[in-house]
């Protein structure tokens, strides 16, 4: 699924729709997207590229999926989300680098 004529779409909700992958460039149109609900689906892994564009993320909602590991560079250009959600996941360990960038979480 690609978004590419949907550049204004600030509120993506996907929630809950079996998705288990979602193509890296899928998404990099979205410049203004401030919600992303990819929550209550079957995602194993998200593309360290796959939100480099999404500068003006606010909320990010990957909950509820099978996620057992998550690339270290995956949230590197989201210094203005303010929440994320990753419970109830498979994640067994977290390095604190996936963190580093995102100063505005509250």
Same mark, same amino acid.
């Given at each position: 699924?690609?978004?590419?004529?949907?550049?204004?779409?600030?509120?993506?909700?996907?929630?809950?729709?079996?998705? #288990?992958? %979602?193509?890296? &460039? $899928?998404? *990099?149109n +979205?410049?203004? =997207?401030?919600?992303l609900? @990819?929550?209550? /689906?079957? !995602?194993?892994?998200?593309?360290?590229?796959?939100?480099?564009?999404?500068?003006?993320?606010?909320q990010l909602?990957?909950?509820?999926?099978?996620? #057992?590991n %998550?690339?270290? &560079? $995956?949230? *590197?250009? +989201?210094?203005? =989300?303010?929440?994320?959600? @990753?419970?109830? /996941?498979? !994640?067994?360990?977290?390095?604190?680098?996936?963190?580093?960038?995102?100063?505005?979480?509250?």
């Amino acid at each position: 699924i690609y978004f590419n004529n949907l550049i204004r779409l600030e509120k993506l909700l996907l929630k809950s729709n079996q998705i #288990s992958s %979602i193509e890296k &460039n $899928s998404l *990099k149109n +979205l410049i203004y =997207l401030e919600l992303l609900d @990819l929550g209550d /689906n079957c !995602l194993f892994s998200i593309d360290a590229n796959l939100l480099s564009n999404n500068k003006k993320l606010l909320q990010l909602k990957l909950d509820f999926n099978v996620l #057992s590991n %998550i690339d270290n &560079n $995956s949230f *590197k250009n +989201l210094a203005n =989300l303010h929440e994320i959600y @990753l419970n109830n /996941n498979m !994640l067994t360990k977290i390095n604190l680098e996936l963190f580093k960038n995102l100063t505005s979480l509250t």
